[in-house]
């Protein structure tokens, strides 16, 4: 289990979903840098985000579900203590 810890979680988007993250991308970089970059530069951008950056986003949100499911257990069980019978 624990090699599954260490490997970096693929991150994949729909096709519309990319597009739209490649539309997203190339306007912010035309209008916050005045870069103008094509297609394949933009979707080499887009690459390095979900490569690089994207999993630390990621395990962040994977680590605050597993607190929150945690909590929410430890309730739960307090619950069933308080419900049993002596």
Do not use: C
Not at 17 to 42: H, I, N, P, W, Y
Request: no cysteine; hydrophobic share 45%; glycine share 2%.
């Amino acid at each position: 289990m624990a090699a599954s810890r260490n490997k970096t979680p693929v991150l994949t988007l729909a096709p519309d979903q990319e597009r739209e993250a490649l539309d997203t991308l190339k306007r912010f970089l035309e209008d916050r840098f005045e870069l103008e970059l094509g297609s394949f530069e933009v979707a080499e951008v887009l690459e390095v985000f979900a490569k690089d950056i994207a999993p630390h986003y990621y395990n962040r949100a994977v680590a605050d579900i597993q607190l929150h499911l945690k909590e929410r257990f430890e309730s739960i069980e307090s619950d069933l203590w308080a419900l049993e019978k002596g």
